[in-house]
């Protein structure tokens, strides 16, 4: 597992485009990635495998999981998998340099957000993070509203009501 400060609290004013979850097997690719986001003012926590991204998930919170699809110890496919359970909302990104998935739509297909073909552009994962990026953050405040919403007819419907006794 590598990690960078998996506990830390995402702080908006240093990392204003988000927080992402970068897993791959190969450090090389992680490295060069991570500086890409990085410079695009991402906050970027690395893992080496599907495990230890799950494990640094339930940890701390992601705007964004960026993921190889093969990988020892459990793949991005499986992690997929799982994070739509635990964390329905977060979007998770397939990348791939295997046939393993022939397209963006067969990522999409499984419950991905994105599919980015290996090589990849890195333009293109800069685009793609802040796109979900900014999905996860209009569900979130979505949810909030709603939330807040609930909770204010909740007391208005614990709320007493006041009789008019008809005393003038």
Known sequence: MVANDPGAACNDESHPQGRVLLVDDEPELRRLLRRSLVRAGFEVVEASHGRAALELARLSSFDVVITDVRMPCMGGLELLERLMLEEPELPV????????????????????FDYLPKPIGLVDIQVVALEAVALHRELGAARRDHAERESHERLRAAAPVAVSSGWK
């Open 93 to 112: 990104v397939l990348m791939s340099g295997s046939s393993e998935l022939a397209n963006r739509q067969s990522a999409v297909d499984v419950g991905a």
